[in-house]
């Protein structure tokens, strides 16, 4: 990837991060701390490697994005939105009543959005239930999955990865949002998952560990998982809940937050000058 | 275990989570062997409180329902009175196969609490939802399960479990509830419906947060429109207490049943049981929610929407009052 193509992606990271701090900050409370650090991801998904077609969202060559992570709906709804599944003003209806954005991603409301979550777990199941109908139907499209660390403390997502690699499903990639915290606190204190990176290789699976905030190496992570034949990937994107809005990351509890005017604000000026400096350099490649 | 006084003032300070957990720390200071477990829900739940005050005694579970509840029965065995804190939905559904095999056929002395139940979470979207949970509980046998109408009655529920050896299945709301009544002194009782307000053209038969509702309702009926509306705050679904619902057959012939609940095999389902066994013909109806999943919205318009707050059940009455029975059936013949 070269540098312009990259500063593309870190331009869409930055607006997706930018139109998920509005939605947020339009309800006043909200998913925001889980829906921050997958932002990078999506952006090199959507903005590069999924081949999709947002005017047709059923195209059946597809490829596919399930969000284990349900509650990580409003980062999914800027994305899908400004890849242009829907009008941008839809944003502001975000978890409304009568809204199709719902505080957790749900097929039956979105277009673009291919499975319904928010019970956390079934997103690991529905997914690989997807790629193996992909590779029986002889396509070449592929399935991306995210999971939480603290999600991964269901015992249905193991049982999944176990589905996964036992079929030698090498058409799915499996992102685990290595956020650090769930909803109780650190996931070490919660329930302490140990090494992740030793877990899923034992699983079966290709395994890397990269920075969830730089798209270059989300990309070549990617690349890589398209190269390994034979057997599932895991991709840990090693991510800081809440990433981009000081506020947000020195709140322990940061799960599900208030979004008062004042914070609001403050996190508004923080991304938007972050997309300022992204555009800058880009000018000037 | 008295001793425990929760009033209209306490409860208004307090959302009903927050009661349940106040309760079970008063309730633990006396116990010991009771213990609080959740799935990453302590927050949520209210029930964190607790851990503060018992640290050894807060198990944390992540999010790993199935696994919290095959230990609360192990953990039951070894003599310790588990009280379980999570989602409704994720206790009757995720959580079913260890709740139905591992708490209800081995009759082992679990408390589960449920929270965010019915459309109390309904922001959150249909995941979070729980409207089927009733009647998947009630059909446990060895389960007794609960759905009270305020804080108030979590209270008196919550101690009621602990005195009950043997599974039990409470089921609360998310944030504050509608306050129904002011002590905790009117005789609670398992398995013992209250009569909250007397009537001889109606009887509505309520539970959760339908139980203010159907009050509002009869309190307007009377009013406006001069129609005596029995209200029945059927707290236990689990035994039932068939008598007063035969009694309120026999009394007013017509009967309307309310919850924030599908109308299939919950208290509307129960009580349908009841009524078709007696025998006696009866203008009856159930409101809740009819054999559909919830739109998403604030709990207050889901009620709305469904027919369960006061104008729906006001309208419910009134068109129940117009449907025809058989007046002069010799009833005491059919039983
Ligand atoms: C089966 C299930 N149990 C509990 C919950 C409630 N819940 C929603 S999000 C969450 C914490 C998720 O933590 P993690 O997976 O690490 O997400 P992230 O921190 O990345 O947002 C919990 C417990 C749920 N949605 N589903």
């Known amino acids: 990837m070269d540098r312009k193509r990259e500063l593309e992606l870190q331009e869409f990271a930055a607006t997706i991060r930018a139109e998920t701090v509005k939605e947020v900050a339009d309800l006043g409370f909200g998913h925001i701390g889980g829906s921050l650090s997958v932002v990078e991801a999506l952006a090199v998904l959507y903005g590069e490697v999924m081949k999709i077609d947002p005017k047709n969202p059923d195209w059946d060559e597809r490829d596919i994005m399930v969000m284990s992570k349900g509650h990580a709906g409003p980062a999914v709804y800027a994305t899908l939105a400004l890849k242009g599944y829907f009008p941008m003003d839809w944003l502001k209806t975000l978890n409304k009543p009568g809204t199709n954005l719902p505080s957790h991603t749900d097929r039956l409301k979105t277009p673009g959005v291919d499975m319904t979550t928010g019970s956390l777990g079934q997103g690991s199941s529905t997914a690989t239930g997807m790629a193996l109908g992909r590779k029986l139907a002889g396509s070449d499209s592929r399935v991306f999955l995210f999971i939480g660390d603290g999600e991964s403390n269901e015992g249905q997502v193991w049982e999944a990865a176990m589905f996964c690699s036992h079929y030698k499903l090498d058409n799915i990639v499996w992102f685990v949002d290595y956020n650090k915290k769930q909803l109780d606190g650190f996931v070490e204190d919660v329930m302490d998952m140990g090494d992740f990176q030793e877990k899923f290789e034992a699983f079966g699976f290709h395994t890397q560990t990269v920075d969830g905030t730089s798209v270059r190496e989300i990309y070549d992570a990617i690349e890589a998982a398209r190269q390994a034949k034979g057997k599932p990937s895991c991709i840990i994107l090693d991510t800081v809940k809440g990433e981009g809005v000081s506020d947000l990351i020195e709140i322990e509890l940061n799960h599900h937050v208030q979004f008062p005017e004042e914070m609001a604000n403050r996190a508004l000026e923080q991304v938007t000058a972050a997309l300022e400096r992204v555009r800058k350099e880009l000018a000037n490649v | ?335």
């Open chain 2, 1 to 335: 275990m008295a001793g425990l006084s929760y009033t209209s003032i306490n409860q208004t300070r307090m959302a009903t989570g927050e009661v349940y957990c106040q309760t079970l720390i008063e309730l633990a200071k006396e116990n010991p062997r009771i213990v609080a477990l959740t799935a990453d829900l302590g927050k949520s739940s209210k029930i964190g409180e607790f851990m503060k005050q018992f640290p050894e005694r807060f198990y944390q579970f992540g999010i790993a329902e199935q696994n919290m509840m095959g230990a609360a029965a192990g953990m039951a065995k070894a003599g310790l009175i588990p009280f379980t804190s999570s989602f409704a939905i994720f206790t009757a559904c995720r959580a079913l196969d260890q709740v139905h095999t591992d708490i209800c056929y081995q009759n082992v002395n679990v408390k589960m609490i449920a929270s965010h139940a019915g459309t109390s979470f309904g922001q959150a979207g249909t995941t979070h939802h729980s409207t089927e949970d009733i009647a998947i509980m009630r059909s446990l046998a060895n389960l007794t399960v609960i759905v009270p109408a305020d804080g108030i009655e979590t209270a008196n529920a919550v101690e009621a479990a602990v005195e009950h050896e043997g599974p039990v299945y409470i089921r609360i709301n998310r944030g504050y509830d509608q306050q129904v009544y002011e002590t905790m002194d009117y005789g609670y009782e398992i398995g013992r419906a209250v009569t909250l307000h007397e009537g001889s053209d109606v009887t509505i038969i309520a539970c959760g947060s339908a139980v203010f509702q159907a009050l509002q309702a009869a309190r307007e009926l009377d009013a406006v429109y001069q129609i005596k509306a029995r209200v029945l705050d059927m707290h236990t679904i689990k035994p039932l207490d068939k008598a007063a619902v035969l009694k309120a057959v026999k009394d007013t012939r017509r009967i309307i049943t309310a919850e924030d609940h599908t109308v299939i095999g919950g208290l509307g389902g129960a009580v349908a049981e009841v009524i078709a066994e007696s025998g006696m013909a009866t203008a009856f109806r159930r409101l809740g929610l009819q054999d559909k999943f919830s739109p998403i919205g604030l709990h207050e318009d889901l009620m709305a929407h469904h027919g369960i707050d006061t104008n729906g059940i006001v309208n419910s009455v009134r068109e129940l009052m117009q449907l025809d029975f058989e007046e002069d059936l010799d009833w005491e013949d059919e039983v």
